[in-house]
């Protein structure tokens, strides 16, 4: 099973950027996907998860009323749009995908290889 996300990059405070994460999974639509994301010297951390049927939305306390999960079913991918972003933002953003609907690391049933998400004040 692979999850390919991409879309990280430079953008400076205020900015926005777009990940996706695009999924080998046959059943993509019963995992919820989320993202999460370590910044340097940090533990990864839990930013945004939905659920399978596209219904529920969980957000991080950080990063709520600025950034928004969806997914695309047909497609299967997800997506993360981060606007209004802070130089604490910066971070390795990671997706994952979930049987049930646990945002815990630990609980996540698989991960792709992160994409660098740098946001310069």
């Known amino acids: 099973v692979q999850l390919q996300a991409s879309g990280g990059g430079l953008a400076q405070a205020g900015g926005s950027l777009t990940l996706s994460c695009t999924s080998s999974?046959?059943?993509?639509?019963?995992?919820?996907m989320a993202w999460f994301r370590r910044a340097p010297g940090e533990d990864r951390k839990f930013v945004a998860q939905?659920?399978?049927?596209?219904?529920?939305?969980t957000y991080s306390d950080s990063v709520k009323g600025r950034f928004t999960i969806t997914r695309d079913n047909a497609k299967n991918t997800v997506y993360l749009q981060m606007n209004s972003l802070k130089p604490e933002d910066t971070a390795v953003y990671y997706c994952?995908?979930?049987?049930?609907?646990?945002?815990?690391?630990?609980?996540?049933?698989?991960w792709g290889q992160g994409t660098l998400v740098t946001v310069s004040s």
């Open positions: 994952a995908a979930n049987r049930g609907r646990s945002t815990n690391c630990k609980s996540q049933n698989y």
């Open positions: 939905i659920a399978g049927g596209g219904g529920g939305t």
């Open positions: 999974l046959h059943t993509f639509g019963v995992y919820s």
